[in-house]
C-alpha cells in the first residue's frame, strides 16, 4: 500500500501556469496524494478558477488565506493542514514528469532516505527547456551556503521531520526555501539526490524567484539575520552566492 502524499501548492497570480501544473500532479502514477492548493490571491475571479480546477479531482483541497502571507507562510499552512506521511512541494508554475513521486518515492525506500531532490530542467514561459541542474547528495550545510542547488519543486521530505524539528519557511520574498534547507542541514539533516530530471521549473520574466535584485537581497537576510553571520562574512557568502547565481545564467 502507498504511502499517502501531500502535495502543496501555494498559489498567487500564477492563472496562467497553474492549470499545467495541477495537470501535472493528478496524472502521477504515485495514486495516494491530497494535493493542498493554498490560495493567497484575494481575487474573486482566481478563487472562481480554481475552485473549477478543483473539481479536475477529488483530491484536490483549496485552502484560503484570510489575507496575504506569501508563498512560504503559505507552504507553512498547508504541512500544518496536511494529512500525508510525506510533503512533496510544487510551485505553481512548474510542472512534473508522469512518474515523478513513484520513482522518487521508490528511490527513498529502497535508501531509507527522509529527504530527497532531483535534477529538474529549467524551461521558459513557452515550456522551451533552456537549461538543467544535476541534483548532488548534499551531507552539510557547507555544501549549500556558497550555492542553493535544491529545486523546491522536486524536494520530497518525511512530514515527520518537519514536526520533529518545528522547521518553518520564513516570511522573505525570495529564498524562504533556502533558509527551510540551512535550518535543516544545520542540524545535521541530508538531502539525497536522484539524478532524474523529473521537474521543469520555469524561468519566467515576472517570477520572483528569477528577479536577481531580489534574491541577493533577501540571501543576505538569509545569512545575516537567519544564520547570525556576521557582516563580512555574510558579505562573502552573499557574492559566493551571486557568482554561482551568474554561472548557472
Known sequence: MED??????PYYKKRNFVKDTILSVISQSYDSLEILIINDDSNLNDLEFLQKISKL?????IINNNKRLGAGLSRNKGIEQSNGKYIAFIDADDTWAPDKLKEQMSFMKRNNYQ??????????????????????????INE????????????IIEKKVIVKTNTKFPQ??????????????????????F???????????????????????????????YMNFNIIKSFYYLICLGLNYLKKK
Open 144 to 155: 549549500v551556503l556558497k550555492s542553493c542547488d535544491i529545486g523546491l519543486s522536486t524536494v
Open 172 to 193: 522573505l520574498v525570495t529564498k524562504e526555501d533556502f533558509v527551510f534547507w540551512l535550518s535543516l542541514l544545520k542540524i545535521n539533516y541530508k538531502f539525497y539526490a
Open 4 to 9: 499517502l502524499i501531500s502535495v502543496i501548492i
Open 195 to 225: 539524478d532524474s530530471n523529473l521537474t521543469n521549473w520555469t524561468n519566467s520574466k515576472n517570477s520572483l524567484s528569477s528577479n536577481t535584485i531580489q534574491k541577493l537581497f533577501d540571501g543576505f537576510k538569509v545569512y545575516n539575520y
Open 57 to 61: 479531482d477529488k483530491r484536490i483541497k
Open 115 to 140: 529527504i530527497s531532490h532531483t535534477s529538474y530542467f529549467i524551461v521558459n514561459e513557452k515550456k522551451k527547456i533552456i537549461g538543467q541542474r544535476k541534483a548532488r547528495d548534499l551531507l552539510s
